[in-house]
């Protein structure tokens, strides 16, 4: 294949600690992408990995030189940086992204496609028979239910990265140089005529799962209060209606002071309700440092990520 062509196709894959996955992934892949009879790019983002992913890529990228990219990041940014680094370089007109864990099948991608010729610019994977612990998945519906509440995108299954978008749409994510970057909500909300399409989901093929609870709720944070100042506006909402009853109370208890006189046992009654706007002020604060720990990246304008080298073939 010839390297001057225009590129048709760009797959994108984050890879963190993946030496047991990526020989499969490779024998899968590259005979689906083959298969299509288009020019495409595959693009690895080593994201830091600690194992000998780093060695396999390039021993990749030695194998396949013409159709395969690795951005090498000096250290660990998180998934949703990896997938950036490579969509600020990707030269396709349709843009794949997927996991190398296998549990995004390859052989998906074709139908992904399908998709995207006719005329979809943001093609969702909804996950069917979803591999993962019920934990996982139980938190993924609690979280998709209040997205689905505080914000206006409507997607079945964010977690789940097999998905293809159109270069504009990729550009558009590039050039919102969004900090917490939730990427498949970010397309979405940028694309003019998105869909969905089921896609099998498969078990990790080797190693574990990379993501911590810690991480999981951070990421799960981040969506909702990037998309959406709808928790901030319910909080002051709240906060109006108990501060409007806080006076009333006041007024009761001061009128019965007058006409009742001194009363004892009431004490109680005043540390419960001081604990709770004592508490109601404390999700408060906690909300805003949110929005402002936002601010305040922005703002400093900070690298995101540090790419240490890049293995390609210029054409
Ligand atoms: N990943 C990454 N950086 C990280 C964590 C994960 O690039 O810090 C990659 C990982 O190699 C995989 C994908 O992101 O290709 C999804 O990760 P994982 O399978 O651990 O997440 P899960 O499927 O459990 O959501
Ligand atoms: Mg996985």
């Known amino acids: 294949m010839s390297t001057n062509a225009p590129i048709s196709i760009s797959v994108v894959i984050p890879v963190y600690n993946e030496e047991g996955n990526l020989p499969t992934l490779f024998a899968r892949l590259y005979p689906v992408m083959d298969g299509l ?7 690895f983002t080593n994201d830091g990995s600690a194992d ?32 950036m680094a490579a969509f600020e370089r990707v030269r396709g007109a349709v843009i794949v992204s997927l996991d190398a864990d296998l549990q995004n099948p390859p052989e998906e991608i074709p139908n992904l496609l399908a998709q995207t010729d006719a005329g979809f610019d943001c093609v969702g ?9 019920a934990f996982r998945r139980h938190i993924s519906q609690l979280v998709n239910y209040v997205r689905g509440k505080s914000t206006s995108i409507r997607m079945t299954d964010q977690g789940c ?20 970057t939730f ?18 989901h498969e078990e990790r093929h ?5 993501y911590s ?13 990037y998309f959406s100042t709808a928790p901030l506006q319910i909080f002051t909402i709240f906060a109006m209606a108990c501060s409007g009853c806080s006076f009333l109370l006041v007024m009761i208890l001061g009128t019965r002071r007058l006409i009742l006189g001194p009363e004892e046992g009431g004490i109680f009654t005043l540390f419960g309700i001081l604990f709770f706007l004592i508490s109601v002020c404390m999700v408060g604060i906690g909300l805003i440092g949110e929005y402002m720990g936002r601010t305040y990246q922005v703002v400093r304008n900070r690298a995101r990520y540090h790419v240490s080298h890049i293995l390609e073939t210029r054409e």
């Not at 992913?53 to 395969?68: C, F, K």
């Open 213 to 225: 609870l810690y991480q999981l709720i951070r990421l799960n944070f981040d969506l909702i209060t």
């Open 52 to 83: 000998k992913s780093s060695e396999l890529l390039a021993a990749q990228h030695a194998a396949r030189p013409d159709v395969t990219r690795v951005i090498e990041f000096n250290a660990n940014y998180g998934q949703h940086m990896a997938v």
């Open 183 to 200: 990427i498949p909500a970010l397309g979405y909300s940028l694309a003019r005529k998105p869909t969905e399409i089921p896609v099998a």
């Open 161 to 180: 990265m097999l998905r293809a978008y159109s270069r504009g749409v990729v550009d558009g994510i590039v050039r919102s140089g969004a900090v917490n």
């Open 37 to 43: 009879g288009r020019t495409y790019e595959i693009i």
């Open 206 to 210: 080797a190693g574990t799962s990379n």
């Open 125 to 133: 994977g909804v996950r069917q028979n979803r591999q993962d612990s």
